[in-house]
Nanobody, 127 residues
Framework: QAQLIQSGGGLVQAGDSLRLSCAGS????????MAWFRQAPGKEREFVAG????????DYSDFVKGRFTISKDNAKNRLYLQMSSLKPEDTGVYYC????????????????????WGQGTQVTVSS
């Protein structure tokens, strides 16, 4: 139920970089795993990257692996997604989300297990 506020979207060219931010609040932010999802027009929301509650374990979808970096700063209650080598197919609305389960990050958390969501921010990558 904690509010998540996103920032950092924009319009960039292919090959460029962009950093998304997601601001949460203590103490809830530090207690749960978080993730980034994205949704292109006409498509369902898809998993992009996840991170364990203490920023130890990271998890990436194949289509962003090696290009995106997720990080979680519990001291600042901030979640980040550093995106590089952006491609037009990365275009979409990006959402940060907080998981509702507590425990070790042993496998990818299903989208239905995320309780709190940011408002979404548009990322557009031109060719």
């Amino acid at each position: 139920q904690a509010q998540l506020i996103q920032s950092g979207g924009g319009l960039v060219q292919a090959g460029d970089s962009l950093r998304l931010s997601c601001a949460g609040s203590a103490p809830t932010f530090s207690l749960y795993a978080m993730a980034w999802f994205r949704q292109a027009p006409g498509k369902e929301r898809e998993f992009v990257a996840g991170v364990s509650r203490r920023n130890i374990v990271t998890d990436y979808s194949d289509f962003v692996k090696g290009r995106f970096t997720i990080s979680k700063d519990n001291a600042k209650n901030r979640l980040y997604l550093q995106m590089s080598s952006l491609k037009p197919e990365d275009t979409g609305v990006y959402y940060c989300a907080r998981a509702s389960v507590f425990g070790p990050y042993e496998r990818r958390i299903a989208v239905t297990e995320y309780a709190d969501w940011g408002q979404g921010t548009q990322v557009t990558v031109s060719s």
